[in-house]
């Protein structure tokens, strides 16, 4: 998923003692290693989860990785843990398709790039508009053979629990069906949350429990494992209560709430992505 250069460079940059790579994203001497294990997390899940080991899985892991691209960190991302255990799924576990949502509330660049003129991974990412890193338009639907295989849902400031409910239940969901996944993946940030300092979502708390149950009930019906590795959130306390949040969801039995379709932006981006999917 990341060119020998791009691995080399992480690691000769750490190794002498580390420094910055832009002017948002800094190493130190254990960076590299670090990173290595953030990935090796992701890995060491998604063979347990395909081996029937567990049904559901969550890395907490650091550094985060969705901005991460195939040549260039960024975003405080070095390697991509999503992208790269999504391609190990395939590559050497045998997993013929993989869905992969990222509800991080800024854009997984990194993993909609390795991905986009591909159609063995559905890419769907749920973002705030205008935020960094800049991408992630409503019109950008992948390429080539991934024509239709990456789905951008921006939202704008402001944005509450019901409007991302929507989205998920009208749009995401019928679409990851008729996909029939045999793998998904949440990059699950945590950012989108109304105290984040980083952003201008207004999820609650309780908003990341409804979407993991969710995607949970999805990943259950199309008998798909589910595994969530861990990307943004930078309010300590907050992310760590969300956290638990989407673990107890997980593992409960309550149903997930259901949202009548939000007018405007959901009717929006289903006339743009029923040109590819059922809706």
Known sequence: MHSADHVR???DLCASGGGAIDADT???EASYEAALHAVGGACAMTRALIAGEAEYGFCGVRPSGHHAEPGRAMGFCLFNNVAIAAELA???LGVRRVFVLDWDVHHGNGT???FRSRSDVLFVSIHQVGLYPGSGPLEDIGSGEG???TINLPVPAGSEENLWLSLLEHIVLPIASAFEP???LVSAGFDAHRADPLAGVCLDTGSFGEMTRHIRDMARTVGAPLGAVLEGGYEPKVLAECVIETLQALGDSRQARS????RVLTSRAMAQIGR????
């Open 259 to 262: 949202v009548a379709p939000e």
């Open 147 to 149: 024509e239709g295989y």
């Open 9 to 11: 460079a992480i690691r």
């Open 112 to 114: 909609a790039e390795a």
């Open 90 to 92: 395939i590559r050497e």
């Open 276 to 279: 590819y999917w059922p809706l």
């Open 182 to 184: 045999e793998l998904v």
């Open 26 to 28: 800094y190493v130190g």
